[in-house]
T-cell receptor
Framework: KAGVTQTPRYLIKTRGQQVTLSCSPI?????VSWYQQTPGQGLQFLFE???????NKGNFPGRFSGRQFSNSRSEMNVSTLELGDSALYLC??????????FGPGTRLTVL | EDKVVQSPLSLVVHEGDTVTLNCSYE??????LLWYKQEKKAPTFLFML????IEKKSGRLSSILDKKELFSILNITATQTGDSAVYLC????????????FGKGTRLSVIA
């Protein structure tokens, strides 16, 4: 079974730009969660999607948004990038037994 | 606010040593506690604990949960250099907006 895939793996943007990250969950998993990981804050929850609906949302500004498609693939978008948005963005898909499997992450650098 | 605190923040040991990593939590409507190992890439799942006092074991790693005192420990015996990683503890709650609340991790370095 293929694992969680995320694209792109690395991204460099400048302040003010916007970015879209993609995540494909493990086949059969319908829940996808997004996390931001920084050295100072650790892993912080962004949002969770299940069957194309946002089920939970963390404490991030409205510049962070996401969606999920009918094939369970998910995208997250960050608009008006700030330097502090530089982080590793991790996507996780959740099995029916509530185990989360993480993708390799997208490392975003904002210059 | 739900909170997970891990200690120590970092640890350096020699190969063959035994280490104990700690995770304490405060959450409303606790459902489970999870341990992950993160090397250079994404966290990989180690254990899920839901019941107090039942040890989960996988090779040299073991973990146990105390729901009364609200903490868990992760033990690694006979450490190897390949155990060097950040170990993350996360708690899942039945309520609130956040499915998983993570601690900041313990960075373990095992030196030969």
């Amino acid at each position: 079974k293929a694992g969680v895939t995320q694209t792109p793996r690395y991204l460099i943007k400048t302040r003010g730009q916007q970015v879209t990250l993609s995540c494909s969950p493990i086949s059969g998993h319908r829940s996808v969660s997004w996390y931001q990981q920084t050295p100072g804050q650790g892993l912080q929850f962004l949002f969770e999607y299940f069957s194309e609906t946002q089920r939970n949302k963390g404490n991030f500004p409205g510049r962070f948004s996401g969606r999920q498609f009918s094939n369970s693939r998910s995208e997250m978008n960050v608009s008006t990038l700030e330097l502090g948005d530089s982080a590793l963005y991790l996507c996780a898909s959740t099995s029916g037994h509530n185990e989360q499997f993480f993708g390799p992450g997208t490392r975003l650098t904002v210059l | 606010e739900d909170k997970v605190v891990q200690s120590p923040l970092s640890l350096v040991v020699h190969e063959g040593d035994t280490v104990t990593l700690n995770c304490s939590y405060e959450v409303t409507n606790f459902r489970s506690l999870l341990w992950y190992k993160q090397e250079k890439k994404a966290p990989t799942f180690l254990f899920m604990l839901t019941s107090s006092g039942i040890e989960k074991k996988s090779g040299r790693l073991s973990s146990i949960l105390d729901k009364k005192e609200l903490f868990s420990i992760l033990n690694i015996t006979a450490t190897q250099t390949g155990d060097s990683a950040v170990y993350l503890c996360a708690v899942e709650a039945n309520s609130g907006n956040t499915p998983l609340v993570f601690g900041k991790g313990t960075r373990l370095s095992v030196i030969a």
